[in-house]
Every structure is written in structure tokens, then in C-alpha cells.
């Protein structure tokens, strides 16, 4: 199966509207072909911005890259998961990675980028998930839980795991938390904010004790139709709804909804935020059209705008950033 990589430079530019934006200045491409392994297209990622590593999820395995002043260098690709994996989450203080598969959640110690090592999953715990069509969606998590959104037919589990040896220790009952299906999950501080229709902000400082502190959509004529990305960065959260971006200040009483920008048209989006600015991929799901890199300025979370666009001849499954470079 064939990866190809596009490294974007972002270069600060002069002028209020704009940034200026070097593309492309390296293409990585490698292909892997095994005959009893499942590799696929890139897909979603993650970093060790003080290792400079980057994490890449394809097919049923995740590779991972050193990046050298914008050259991708593969380290190993011995991360073969016991089934597609749907999503990653970097764990920096542990250098854990924790993956959520189709029917499997796995956590693998990368601490030795070169030769990562099975911790546990739910597999080798004895573990026996039996589906048809819907499994574990999303994944986030710290240094002592794993927290995973599992797809249902009505909607989407929530589960709270012990990272170490994968022990559940909370989990959904009637009375509890159920989350749009499939909903996209991001830990920050004490909480972990959800997507889908009704995007949540669930207080999980007391493990024995997991409510919903807030609702994130203030409108009361509606859920809104998909909440695509979310960014937690300290006392702010961004989601990407639709064609719009929200920001939000946290505090004790809940979220406050600060500012809305509009992106461009709804579509599958990704982002990612570093210093002043959040770097969105907006998937265009047009034959023939590659996707669009938009930077929005949040230097003022009350005061958000598009600070530049730019087109891509390709499509994107995820986005991230190391040192000057967008990947």
C-alpha cells in the first residue's frame, strides 16, 4: 500500500491577512507490502514534540517517524494491531501510546521509538468483544486512565479504563452518560469533551463520580449536525462545527461560548493548535479536488478570524505539527 506524505512549511508572514505558506518542501513515500499484514491509507496521528516523533495510524498498525528539520525518517513499524485501528493517543509522561481498534483497545510503550512493546489489550485480557458492524471509535486519555467512545446501535458508550492492564472502572448504565454515535472524545484538565450532535464537557476529576458538568451547544432549537475536531488548550476549547469554529472558556460553572468564525463549507475536518493559530484540514470530499489548510488566528478566543487558506492537490486524513512544519 502506498503513503505519501506531503510536508507543508508554515513561514510567519508580514501582513495582518495573511501568513505566507511553502508547499510543498518534502514528499515522504514508502510502501509496505506484506503478505499477512493489513497495511492501509495514513490516517489519523499524533506527536513527541520533545522527541520529535510523529505517530501515524495506517490500516491495522501505526508507524512511526523521527523528523529531522522537515525529513521523515521511518524508526519501525512494529506497531501491528490485532485489528484496523481507528484511532491513537499519545501519552507523553509515560511515552504510551493508546490505540483504539475496531473490536480492541491495545497501549504500547514507545519508549524506544525503534522497538515499542505490547503493554496490554483487552484481547490478551480475556476480553472477547463480539460485533457486527459498530466497535471502539475514539480514544484519549493521561498518565493513569484510558478513556474510549465505543459505537452502538443507539449511540456511543463511554468507558473509563485503568491504563495499566486495561481494568475498566466506570463505564455507561441507563442513568448515565450515553454519547452521540461514534462521538470524538479529548481530554483536558479534569474533563473530557465529546462531539456529535449534543457536544458534552464531562467533569472526570472524581473517577467514582462521572457526570456531565456542560453542554457545549447553547442553542435551543437543536443539537448541531457534527461536531468534526476538537482542541483543548488550557482553559479554552475550539470545536469545529460544521463550517464554523467555536471557542469556549472554562471555568467552575461550566463553558461560555466566546466567539464563532466561519471556516468555509461543512465537511470532514481535522485541527491542530500551536502558539496563536489553529491549522485545520478541511476534507472537500469533491473527485478530483484535494483538500484546503486553513490557519484561523486565536490570539483573541473572543476575537477569532481566518488568517489564510490554501489548497492541497491531495487529501488529508489528519493533521499535526512539528517545529515549523505542518505534516
Known sequence: MMLIWCIVGIISGGEKRGMDIKIPVGVYTERHEYSSWSWGAAGFLDRDTLRDLLFVKSGSGVLIFKVRDSVLELLSDGIKAGNTVVDIHYEGSRKWLYLACVDDVEVWDVRVPEEPVKISSLREEGYNFMWATFGYKYITGDSEYVYVSKAEDYGSDFEVRYADGLEQVWYNDDDAITLDHGSIIEKGGDYVYSGGS???MIDVSD????YVKDTLWKDDSGGVNNVWDIVVDNDYVYLCVEGYLYSY????????VLDSCEIYDSGDTRMVKQGDYIYMIKNNFRINSGDTL????????SSMYVRSRYGLPFHCGDIEIIGSYVY
Open 198 to 200: 449534543w457536544p458534552l
Open 207 to 210: 473517577i467514582d463520580s462521572i
Open 249 to 256: 472558556h472554562v471555568g467552575e460553572d461550566g463553558a461560555e
Open 294 to 301: 486553513v490557519i484561523v488566528d486565536v490570539s483573541n478566543p
